[in-house]
Every structure is written in structure tokens, then in C-alpha cells.
């Protein structure tokens, strides 16, 4: 007798066999167990969770002659042929290679036959997304309306290719990836009953590399079989040619220590070892993963799948990572999955390990960021001459003088509110700074009288402050509307500004920006600058 791999030897037969998808077939049974049988099912979910396994129960359970809760007998002569593969009133169809219109067409002539040996004729319709449009077109009436003697099945891994119309007609069942607990259960049970002596470690990272499908852990349980008997966590690894978690761990510390050449050696080494770019891309992918998991969940629950000594692994390279500095790491596998499709893999995935190993020549946000909050920590290493910013004016001059009323004259000197001080009383006392600029020191005062004349402007400098530097008047401000408001046609709001002026300090003044001239600085990085002067803003 032929050989039968293992995820066809242990399909199940009942729909209590089937594990992981309790919400599914106990739905299925109860129905069946009241006679309700509905024309048309959908199975959705991801590959090997279950659909065309629950479909055959389904088409067998519906015509079984002695269902049992829901479940076929088995022992019955329809259950029989069934299994036999004798019956022709069921049956399966690949829409991945029956996709056309005129496939559609036959199956509607066939439907109009009444079965020839069961209660129901049922058309199992694996992969429907491949169906054409006009397919789904021919299809639709027929699913909408067929004979009371049919009953049809369609199953997916991609349900939102599916037309309204269609998933409308149907009852839809959706199919979870199935638990690693559930499959590592159920490879333990089929190495027990093929003689096999499998690992608890072994059976976990099966699991975990058939992410939730569990024909994929058969089939890779099946694989290992072949290689030996005595199936261990590196048995699977070499026979999956998987980086292991060796090589992971320490791929991620050379990433941490910015050891770029010792990562490239790494790659090389695997390489060799005919370890799949892409492969090892995703193991790594998955490995930063479990670190961010591990940096985050703090409780022993954690959704990882993953042995124990894994686990204090993980736990302790954790520690060394910040979990920013994990999700840029992250962003950027992710980003190289994506060109690796269509790449040179390897090329890629030293591509990425150069960006990984060195921030500095990343151009993301995240990066420039953590090159920051690094220098702020250690701000020593800014070497500055000055230990102060000078206030001078810069000799450029752009929009810098505001130009007088067009009659060039000096405007009238108004009298002082009764609140605002004369202008004798009120000239600048404070001391000349070395460059000649003299901070106004009543600025507030002519702020308020602005308020009152000119509310519009005087709300645009609430936060301004002013210098006098021979017969100029310097305004400092990083409001964005100061320029567009003086600088326009109307001049009212530079006389405004003049006139105020003028009631506290006894004097017209032309009207310019103010800017400060940076303190002298040796060659330092711009970015070490950029932190120290934020170092100072957060120390004021």
C-alpha cells in the first residue's frame, strides 16, 4: 500500500475529531441535529485551520443514514462509500483551475439532477475567490435558488474577494488559526501513535512555525519522521533549514552592539548553510516580535509560543532593548520583507542588517529621535566657547526695516493715557549691552496701550519682546502673522506700533526684526547641538 502523508492519515472523520474550531462544528452539529440543512456554507480562514476537512464532514454528515449528534456514523453504507470514495453524488471542485464561465455552466445543468444514491447532491467549491466575474455572475442564481436537493459548500482563504452577493446567499463560518497548545497536543498524539519520539520543545517550535494551520505541523512532523525517529528542536530546525535561536539571539546582540561585521559574517554563514533569506528574515522578524512582546506584557500570560528556555532567552535580551528602539527595528524588517520579493535576497537582507547595526545612516524620524534622547543623556560631550547666546542683531536684512508713513513725517506725540507714565518718566534705563542693543524694559506698557488702540496687533506680540539700537526699534517675535500684518499695504498697524511706542518712550523709532547671532561653536554635530539646547530649555 502507497504511503499516505501524515495530514491525510489523521484528517478527521467527525467533526468532534476536528480541533481548534469548537464555534464552528458545535454550530454545525446542533444544526444537523435538528434537521436544519442550509443551501449554501461559506468556510473562510487561513490555510490548514480545517475548512476542507469540516466541508467532506459536512457533505457526509447531511447524507448519513444514522447521524449520531450530529456527526455521521461511520459505519453506515453512505458514511462507507464516502469514505471509499464510491459515492458520485459529492462532489469537489478547484476553482483555481475551474474558474471560467463555462464551468459554472455545467454545474448548473448538473444541479437539476436529482442524487443518485444520498438525500443531497453537495458541490464542495474549494478556493471561490478564483472564480472569474462573469463566473460569480453565472453562479449566483443558482446559489440564490438552487433544487432542495442540493447544497453547497465554498471555502476561501481570501473572503473579501468574494461579491456582496455571493456572501449575502450563504452562512458564513469563520476559521481561526488554531492554538499552539491545541496542535502541540495533537502532533504529540500522532508522533505516539506513528512511534515516534518527539520533544516538548520540538512539538512547540513545529507549532510555532505552522502559525495556527495544522496541516502545515503535520506536514513539517512528516518531514522530520523522514530525517529520524527521535525528533528534536534542532532536529525540525536543520530539517526546516531555520536560523535556530542561536543564531537569532545572537544576530539581535550584534544589532545592539552596532557589530555590523559580525552580522554580515553571520548571514554569510547561514547562507552557506542553505538557510533561506527570507526564511531567516521572518524568523528574525518574528524573534523582535517576542522581544517586544516580552518588553511589554509583564504578566506570565504572554501570546507568545515559544519553549522555556526560549523564554529566559527572550526575557534577557529584552532587557538590553528599548522598546522604541525595538519597533524601528521592526518597521524596518518589515519594510525589507517587502523588496526581498522581488530582490536579491541576500543583497536585502545585509541591506538590512547594515541599516539595523547603524542608526546614523537611517533617514527615519524614529532613529533621528533616539540619536537625540541619546545625547541628552550625556550632554558633556557639546564643547561650546560661549556660555551664553549674544543678542545681535544679523546683518541681513530681509523685511528688516518697516518703512514710515509715506509723508515722512514723524507723527504728532500723543498724550499719555492716565495710567501710562509720561514719556520722560518712561525712557529706557537699562545698560547698553556690549554690542550697542538696549533691551526696552517698558515694552509691557506699550503692549498695553496697543490693547486698547490696536487689539489685533497687540495680541499677535503678547509673547514679543523689544530692543532699541540707535533710532530703530527691534521686535522679537516668532509669531508667523507679525510680518504679514506690518508689512502690508495698510499702515495701520505699523503706526499703531509707533505711535504706542512713542507715549512711553518720548521718541519715534523706525521699526525692524530682531534676531539673535547664534554663540561660536566648534566642529560639533549639529544633531549633539540641537540636544543640548534642548538639554537647557528643559533646565530654565
Not at 308 to 323: C, T, V
Not at 360 to 372: F, N, P, Y
Not at 484 to 502: E, F
Amino acid at each position: 500500500m502507497a504511503y499516505q502523508a501524515l495530514y491525510r492519515k489523521y484528517r478527521p472523520a467527525t467533526f468532534s475529531d476536528v480541533v481548534g474550531q469548537d464555534h464552528i462544528t458545535k454550530t454545525l452539529q446542533n444544526e444537523l441535529d435538528c434537521g436544519k440543512v442550509v443551501h449554501a456554507y461559506l468556510f473562510t480562514g487561513t490555510r490548514g485551520t480545517g475548512k476542507t476537512s469540516c466541508a467532506k464532514i459536512l457533505a457526509k454528515a447531511v447524507n448519513c443514514l444514522s447521524p449520531v449528534n450530529g456527526d455521521p456514523c461511520g459505519e453506515c453504507e453512505i458514511c462507507r462509500m464516502v469514505a471509499n470514495d464510491e459515492i458520485t453524488d459529492i462532489v469537489e471542485m478547484d476553482a483555481a483551475s475551474n474558474n471560467g464561465v463555462d464551468d459554472i455552466r455545467e454545474l448548473r445543468e448538473q444541479v437539476n439532477f436529482s442524487p443518485a444514491a444520498c438525500k443531497y447532491r453537495v458541490y464542495i467549491i474549494d478556493e471561490v475567490h478564483m472564480l472569474s466575474g462573469a463566473a460569480f455572475n453565472a453562479l449566483l442564481k443558482t446559489l440564490e435558488e438552487p433544487p432542495e436537493h442540493v447544497v453547497f459548500i465554498l471555502a476561501t482563504t481570501e473572503v473579501h474577494k468574494l461579491p456582496a452577493t455571493i456572501l449575502s446567499r450563504c452562512q458564513r463560518f469563520d476559521f481561526r488559526r488554531i492554538d499552539s497548545s491545541e496542535i502541540v497536543g495533537r502532533l504529540k498524539y500522532v508522533a505516539q501513535n506513528e512511534g515516534l519520539n518527539l520533544t516538548d520543545d520540538a512539538a512547540t517550535l513545529i507549532a510555532s512555525a505552522a502559525d495556527g494551520g495544522m496541516r502545515d505541523a503535520l506536514s513539517i512532523l512528516d518531514l522530520c519522521a523522514s530525517h529520524s525517529s527521535d525528533i528534536t528542536e534542532d532536529t525540525v530546525a536543520n530539517v526546516c533549514s531555520m536560523a535556530g535561536n542561536d543564531y537569532l539571539i545572537k544576530m539581535a546582540d550584534f544589532i545592539k552592539n552596532h557589530a555590523t561585521e559580525q552580522a554580515l559574517m553571520l548571514i554569510d554563514e547561514l547562507h552557506n548553510s542553505s538557510v533561506d533569506m527570507l526564511r531567516l528574515l521572518s524568523e528574525l522578524t518574528q524573534h523582535f516580535r517576542d522581544l517586544m512582546i516580552v518588553k511589554v506584557v509583564k504578566g506570565d500570560n504572554k501570546p507568545l509560543v515559544c519553549s522555556s528556555s526560549k523564554m529566559r532567552a527572550l526575557e534577557g535580551q529584552a532587557q538590553n532593548f528599548d522598546i522604541k528602539e525595538i519597533m524601528a527595528i521592526l518597521s524596518i524588517l518589515q519594510a525589507s520583507a517587502a523588496a526581498m520579493q522581488n530582490g536579491n535576497r541576500r543583497c536585502e537582507m545585509e541591506m538590512a542588517i547594515i541599516r539595523l547595526c547603524n542608526p546614523e545612516i537611517r533617514q527615519d524620524i524614529s532613529s533621528l529621535e533616539r540619536r537625540i534622547s541619546a545625547l541628552e543623556s550625556n550632554p558633556t560631550t557639546v564643547v561650546v566657547k560661549s556660555e551664553s547666546v549674544k543678542p545681535v542683531q544679523v546683518t541681513e536684512e530681509v523685511e528688516e526695516e518697516i518703512p514710515l508713513p509715506e509723508d515722512n513725517e514723524s507723527p504728532a506725540p500723543q498724550e499719555p493715557e492716565d495710567d501710562i507714565p509720561s514719556p520722560a518718566d518712561a525712557a529706557p534705563s537699562s545698560t547698553p549691552a556690549p554690542d550697542g542693543i538696549t533691551p526696552v524694559t517698558q515694552w509691557g506698557e506699550i503692549i498695553a496701550i496697543l490693547r486698547k488702540t490696536c487689539p489685533i496687533i497687540a495680541g499677535v506680540l503678547g509673547d514679543s519682546k523689544a530692543y532699541i539700537e540707535g533710532d530703530r526699534l527691534l521686535i522679537d517675535t516668532n509669531n508667523s502673522q507679525f510680518r504679514t500684518l506690518v508689512n502690508g499695504n495698510n499702515s495701520v498697524y505699523r503706526d499703531s506700533i509707533r505711535k504706542a511706542a512713542q507715549s512711553v518712550l518720548g521718541k519715534v523709532y523706525k521699526l525692524g526684526p530682531y534676531h539673535a547671532k547664534p554663540a561660536e561653536t566648534e566642529d560639533v554635530d549639529p544633531l549633539q547641538s540641537f540636544a543640548a539646547k534642548l538639554k537647557q530649555l528643559e533646565n530654565n
